[in-house]
């Protein structure tokens, strides 16, 4: 079964630096998504990927499929306060009509 | 853009009884519904997956005469937990696909936290 694994498990950056987090799959990737959530509250959708060597940007936030779509980044550059919560990868499982998740990357921002 | 309704948000029950959870399509039709269990510092965990009008296709050790899922209409799935224990205990997510509206492919809902006391 596919299985995705994040990294870091946790991580606590200061305010206006720069993160990176990863998302790497155990098979071919096909739908890549990223999502965040707070502690206790539901998904909000931030981005899909879909093609090898894509890239998609909203606000300070990038998210980068590698060409061989097995592994995707999500890059905060500046972060702010606001970026702090749970940051969650999740993929498409072919033929199956579901989508699994990493275990999350939870994020900190020190003022 | 899509939005998926989810009821309640809370709730705390006694052992043994049953909670139903409601999750909505608000602007959007929904023909496949997912029910994942999330625990605390953990990811979602898929319970099962239901298509309207059919049976859900339950995940490999859920019990589907304990959770039990209906999803009787386009815009609407329930999920209740029937006699539920402590160990029911845990935070509780919908997503919806679907057509129609700004809908990426999965919405979530915003989780419902079910204490059984």
């Known amino acids: 079964s596919q299985e995705l694994e994040q990294s870091p498990q946790s991580l606590i950056v200061q305010e206006g630096k720069n993160l990176t987090i990863n998302c790497t799959s155990s098979?071919?990737?096909?739908?890549l998504y990223w999502y965040k959530q707070k502690y206790g509250e539901g998904l909000i959708f931030l981005m899909m990927?879909?093609?090898?060597?894509e890239e998609k940007s909203h606000e300070k936030i990038t998210a980068k499929l590698d060409e061989k779509k097995q592994q995707s980044s999500l890059h905060i550059t500046a972060s702010q306060p606001s970026h702090a919560g749970i940051y969650l990868c999740?993929?498409?499982?072919?033929?199956?009509?579901?989508?699994?998740f990493g275990k999350g990357t939870r994020l900190h921002i020190l003022p | 853009g899509a939005v998926v309704s989810q009821h309640p948000s809370w709730v705390i029950c006694k052992s043994g009884t049953s909670v139903k959870i409601e999750c909505r399509s608000l602007?959007?039709?929904?023909?496949?519904m997912f029910w994942y269990r999330q625990f605390p510092k953990q990811s979602l965990m898929l319970m099962a997956t239901?298509?309207?009008?059919?049976?859900?296709?339950?995940e490999q050790g859920v019990e589907k005469d304990k959770f039990l899922i209906n999803h009787a209409s386009l815009t609407l799935s329930t999920l209740t937990v029937t006699s539920a224990h402590p160990e029911d205990s845990s935070f509780y997510i919908c997503?919806?696909?679907?057509?129609?509206?700004?809908?990426?492919?999965?919405?979530f809902g915003s989780g419902t936290r079910l204490t059984v006391v």
């Open positions: 602007d959007f039709q929904a023909t496949t």
């Open positions: 999740g993929a498409d499982v072919p033929r199956d009509d579901k989508i699994i």
């Open positions: 997503s919806a696909r679907g057509f129609g509206g700004d809908n990426y492919g999965y919405t």
């Open positions: 990927l879909q093609k090898g060597g």
């Open positions: 098979k071919t990737l096909y739908g």
């Open positions: 239901s298509n309207e009008g059919s049976k859900a296709t339950y």
